[in-house]
């Protein structure tokens, strides 16, 4: 090997350890500063540009997964030439769609990096830190006005401290699981009580109902994979039981559930100005607007526009304008019709069908994937900054090592030591 093809390899070596180690840093900035994660996406675009192969590049547009995204975000830019709008309001209407590209530059890179595992548990370590910040100002509230904005919740808001929870809950459920088959009960005792620390903070501390929406369908979904019908009969009775306790136990759960309900009835019987009221004028309103350019939509950025447009002789809740409808397929079906809403679709089913092995980053990646599109029922998830680089992150790092994986044909035992190593244990 000639001098030069040295210096290159290793400048390559170099520059791939970088974009891994970039991407490590994301996942653990994510759960605290907005601010910090955009700018380590910028300095890992620029370590992984010069070293991508564009033919590894075409290969995963090729694919389901890595091309709808792409497709979704194409169809932004052509929706910009329809609206109806200013040039910055598609701009910032395009602004939405732009993470999506990212999604097949991940799938490539951690198709060929060991190194996915870090990123995963560096999220997961974060998360924890979190935790145990947000359990400090609990049992000391005087610290809340150091380290908190919000009681309790020492970055973001509650909904996003919960909905980061929620997914820690159930992969280290996975993980307790697994460690119980292997007769690994110290792990599995860790990863229980882990799991019951990130539940008690969503029942007693910070919520949100997208949250209690989301926990029985991932139960479901993690009884089915892993248990018998049996197994599940016990999980879910158990399940019940314990959120029976935290209902009776929490004024806070109980408050968070009876406001939703009472929110509704005022809203219908005097019209009355609330978060649940407004949101189901938005979907209201999304349907007639759908109605009225039910194919291609009014254009990418059209969304404020609709809403202001609406407010005309209106009063009480349905006096509200917003630039997110609270509903995913309303906020592209709206902007790029029924076409564009089928493309959001596919992409999903697309991803939720690449994680349906049974090790530990097909089971990150299922939960990601069917958290965003439970909790898009009633948000705009994918097009929030947290929980759509959370998709984001989660489909691109666990489908690149499912696929992988696959490719491999790692066996499961792989697999369970690779969450042994995770969790820093010894193999058998």
Known sequence: MSRPSIAIYFAQTRLTRIADGMVVAIAVSLPWSTSATG??????LLALIPILDWNDVRRELATPAGGFPVALFLFGVLGMLWADVTLIERWKGLDSFFKLLVI??????FRGSDRGLWVLSGYGLSCLAVLLVSSIIGLSPSTAFILSHDFAVPAKNASTQSGEFISCVFVLLFIAFEMFNRKRWALAIVSAVLALGFLENIFYVATARTTLVVLPVLLVILGIKRLSARGLTILLIGATLMCAFAWTTSPYLQHRVLTAWGDVHRYRIG???NPLGERLVFYKKSLEFVGKAPIFGHGTGSIHSLFEMSLATQTG???SATTNPHNQTFAVAIQLGIVGALVLWA???AHFLLFRGDGLAEWIGLVVVVQNIV??????????FVQGWVYVLGVGVAG???LKNRATEQSPTVQHDAVDHALGAKAD
Do not use: C, R, Y
């Not at 700018?39 to 890992?44: G, K, R």
């Not at 097949?104 to 890179?109: F, R």
């Open 375 to 384: 909790g898009s029922l009633l948000n705009s998830h994918l097009f929030d």
């Open 104 to 109: 097949p530059l991940l799938l490539m890179q």
């Open 39 to 44: 700018i380590l996406v910028v300095l890992w």
């Open 400 to 402: 690149g090592m499912a």
């Open 317 to 319: 809740a349905a006096a």
């Open 347 to 349: 992409m999903w089913i």
């Open 271 to 273: 019209d009355e100005k």
